[in-house]
């Protein structure tokens, strides 16, 4: 699999139908904002483009939301993945702390160096960091990145926290994005607030790469409908003070279970936990044989990656599956 999110890929093989999937494959809450109470229909006005207005209201708001000063520059786009497709020719050449986001492979090509340490990384090379790592959890500290970009001004320093809004402020480069100019962060919406058809993402930080990607994407980069939820969303604080304390809870829950089971994982990022086991492949193929579709990846055979179940059925439900995987499997 290249990307989670798809268990109708295993419902022939299963003989499952799509709706009786637990889908544990991706990392994407659960529980997302509740855009059709709180997003009056007439605000999303699909017959017009977005006036300009409109789309700065949109980044007024992302500033708000992530604490930026006005020298950050803000660009949106319909995801992220869409501004890492953008990035060769940009960014350049580039090397890659190790991460399974198959996108900047997809991207970059043959021409992407993968390292992994800082240390790994040449003076001629710019970086680019998946922060909090896919899939391992792993965090680098601001600190830490703040003290790269500053040993190499000349090159750029891009910092992926698709999965950053999960964590608490502190977690994230942005406060560094202004000043830092050599400093890209890629933030991802659909993630953290549950909507990923949505299409919407923001690229922060250095003028010059935010000024060439602005060129390449045009003057629409995002719908009506992803600025109007956007917006709403963005500016719903006390959801996402609540949301983070909830998923810091059920991933709790869910790492609960795997050790309850004997099982061996890593996770400092509450969206996914990486399972390492040395039957990971088999795991994943049991599991499915229930209903729970989980994330291979086929350069870590010994890993699976498990999202979080929505509620206390689900996670009852992946547990007795996980069960089931482990006694076809032994522990």
């Not at 198959?102 to 040449?122: C, F, N, P």
Request: charged share 25%; with cysteine.
């Amino acid at each position: 699999m290249r990307h989670g999110g798809d268990p109708a890929a295993g419902a022939a093989l299963y003989g499952i139908s799509r709706s009786d999937w637990l889908d544990l494959s991706t990392g994407i809450n659960p529980r997302a904002w509740p855009w059709r109470e709180r997003v009056r229909p007439e605000a999303i006005d699909l017959e017009r483009l977005p006036a300009a207005g409109e789309t700065n209201a949109l980044i007024a708001a992302a500033r708000r939301a992530y604490r930026l000063g006005e020298d950050a520059q803000i660009l949106p786009v319909a995801g992220s993945e869409l501004a890492i497709r953008q990035l060769p020719g940009i960014v350049d050449p580039v090397a890659f702390m190790d991460s399974s986001y198959s996108s900047y492979s997809a991207a970059y090509g043959d021409s992407l160096r993968r390292v992994k340490e800082l240390s790994d990384v040449t003076a001629e090379e710019s970086l680019v960091i998946v922060n909090p790592n896919n899939p391992d959890g792993r965090l680098l500290s601001q600190q830490a990145i703040a003290g790269f970009a500053a040993e190499r001004p000349e090159r750029t320093v891009v910092v992926d926290e698709a999965y950053c809004d999960a964590l608490p402020p502190r977690s994230s480069v942005l406060p560094l994005a202004g000043a830092a100019s050599n400093l890209l962060v890629l933030r991802s919406f659909g993630k953290f607030y549950g909507l990923p058809g949505l299409r919407l993402g923001f690229v922060i930080g250095a003028a010059g790469p935010i000024r060439e990607l602005k060129r390449r994407l045009g003057d629409w980069p995002v719908s009506q409908a992803a600025i109007a939820i956007g917006a709403a969303a963005l500016a719903d604080g006390a959801w996402r003070q609540e949301t983070r304390g909830w998923l810091a809870g059920q991933a709790g829950m869910l790492r609960a279970v795997l050790k309850r089971q004997g099982v061996a994982f890593r996770g400092n990022c509450p969206l996914f936990t990486l399972v390492r086991h040395p039957g990971a492949t088999v795991l994943h193929r049991r599991l499915a044989q229930k209903g729970v579709w989980t994330r291979r990846f086929e350069e870590r055979p010994d890993s699976l990656r498990i999202g979080l179940p929505p509620d206390e059925a689900a996670l009852a439900r992946f547990e007795a599956a996980l069960e089931y995987a482990l006694a076809g499997r032994g522990k």
